[in-house]
Each structure stands twice: as structure tokens, then as C-alpha cells.
């Protein structure tokens, strides 16, 4: 096994698409602030065709949802998770993991990130079972349909979610 990046500095980084941030998302940052000194999310810098909101909206949302959680640091993403976290000297790639039809997909992601650099390890967090079946997709359905999705993202996400649905 090569050589763990300084087990000292035991910073996180957390990417996603956040599209939009969820309260699921925020449960997970909190548990995670609670375990290593220093969080960074990574909102990851997609083709403006792939999500509903750009990454400056999208690093908006989460940094003002984050500001009273003392460890955490939001940032644009430019490419690999893994490039993410070498840039930030941190050990660790968190991921969520909400049931197990998330199992596959984060299975094959982690497994294709230790491969890139096997120094990196991928811990999962699971949320709240309150939080366990939101998802940013299902968000935009639902509020595309007229569903009230306030408790589900942050509030001040909610206006700007609706603004951007037309509704
Ligand atoms: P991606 O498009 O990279 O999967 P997402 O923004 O959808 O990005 O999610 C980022 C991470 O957060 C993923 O690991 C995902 O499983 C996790 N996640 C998303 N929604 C929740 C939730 N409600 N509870 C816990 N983890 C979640």
C-alpha cells in the first residue's frame, strides 16, 4: 500500500453536483464537521446544459447554507475529485450514501478514485433517515410539478428554485 498523505492533516473534501443543495446534503456536511477539522466542498464546474443552476449559483447556495458551520469551505471544481483533493493536500473524498440503490454507483466511483490514487481514501456518510430519499433530481421534479418543497432545501434556495422553474 503506497504511503497515506499526512494522516496529521486530516482535511475532507466533499464534491457534488449540488443542483441544488439539499438538506440531506447539509445533514451530511454537519455530521461531517463534527469529525474532521476541515471540510471542503467541492461543487463540481459542469457544461451550463447539464444542471439547472451554474456553479456560481451553486457555490451561492451552499456557502450561505454553510456559513455558521465553522470548519467547512465551499469552491468551484474543476474536474477529477481526486485532482480536487491532491490540490488540497487532503486524505479523505466523503461521499453520501442514502440507500442502496446509491451502493453501485458510489461503489464503482470509489473503487475508480483509489485506482487514480490509492492514497485517497473514499469514507461514506449516511444521513438522517429523515433525509434518506431526497435527492437534487427529485427536487426539481417535484417543484416542477408545483410541489412544495420548502424543509427540503434551504429556504432561500426555495424563490430561487421556483424563479428558475418558471413557476
Ligand atoms: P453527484 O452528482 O456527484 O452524485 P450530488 O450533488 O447528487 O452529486 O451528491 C453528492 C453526494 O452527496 C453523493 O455522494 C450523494 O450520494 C450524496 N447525497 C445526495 N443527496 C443526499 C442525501 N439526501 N443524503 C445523503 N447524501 C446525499
Known sequence: MKQRRSAGSRIAVYPGT??????????????????FPRVIVGVAVTNSKETLFSVEERVEFLRRATRAIKPVTVLPMEGL?????????????????????DFEYEFQLALTNRQLDP?????????????SYLSSRLIKEAASLGADVRGLIPKFVVPRLQEKLGR
Request: aromatic letters at 8%; a positive charge; zero cysteines.
Open 18 to 35: 449540488f443542483d441544488p443543495v439539499t438538506n440531506g446534503h447539509l445533514d451530511l456536511i454537519r455530521r461531517a464537521a463534527e469529525l
Open 81 to 101: 475529485a481526486v485532482k480536487f483533493a491532491r490540490i488540497h493536500k487532503a486524505p479523505v473524498i466523503l461521499r453520501g450514501l442514502r440507500m442502496l440503490s
Open 119 to 131: 492514497t485517497i481514501e473514499t469514507v461514506f456518510l449516511m444521513p438522517s433517515a429523515e433525509y
